[in-house]
């Protein structure tokens, strides 16, 4: 019975296949690149996943010997050294740090300082050079003055050195004029 249905079996599949309806989606030519990339990413991610395993073995593995190398050297002293040498480094940075500081104050205290002192200078000058304007309009003023009367007194010492001639007709002037424009009188006595 077996073998019979051995032999039956082709037929029954076949008259099977005739009554049923299958579909297939048509694939564009995206979505198939997808579905390739998708394979390919994951093939990839498992290669990587595998690579990240071997790796990470070995390095426990070499842990591991550096463990056992520092606990045969002894380290422990030769940290407390350095450990030592970097507190005293920050010590040191530190004062320095702190004496930097005290400069730059000092600096900008000694600027401010100048610059003060600098405004004063500059309104000390200011001052002083309004004073020489008017004292030297004071000085031309008493050099006009005294330029003035030293012809006046020169005219007038002329004037009595001169004989006393009696001319002819012709008007005097009652005023001469000085060669600076400034007007000397004189008297006619």
């Not at 940290?79 to 000092?106: P, Y």
């Not at 007709?169 to 424009?181: I, L, M, N």
């Amino acid at each position: 019975m077996i073998s019979a249905m051995h032999d039956t079996s082709p037929l029954l599949f076949q008259a099977a296949a005739q009554d049923t309806v299958v579909m297939l989606v048509a694939r564009d030519g995206l979505a198939t690149v997808a579905g390739v990339a998708s394979v390919v990413v994951s093939i990839v991610l498992l290669v990587l996943l595998g690579i990240i395993t071997v790796l990470f073995f070995q390095l426990r593995k070499v842990a591991l010997q550096l463990n056992g190398m520092m606990k045969r050297l002894e380290m422990d002293p030769l940290l407390d050294r350095s450990r030592r040498v970097a507190e005293n480094v920050d010590f040191i940075t530190l004062a320095i740090r702190s004496d930097v500081e005290m400069v730059n104050r000092s600096v900008a205290q000694l600027s401010d300082r100048l610059t003060q002192a600098s405004d004063r200078m500059e309104e000390r000058i200011a001052d002083f050079n309004a004073l020489m304007e008017v004292v030297q309009g004071e000085a031309e003023g008493v050099f006009v003055d005294t330029a003035s009367t030293v012809r006046g007194v020169t005219a007038g010492a002329r004037r009595l050195q001169e004989p006393r001639r009696r001319r002819p007709a012709e008007p005097r002037p009652r005023h001469e004029p000085a060669h600076d424009g400034v007007v000397i009188e004189v008297d006619e006595e």
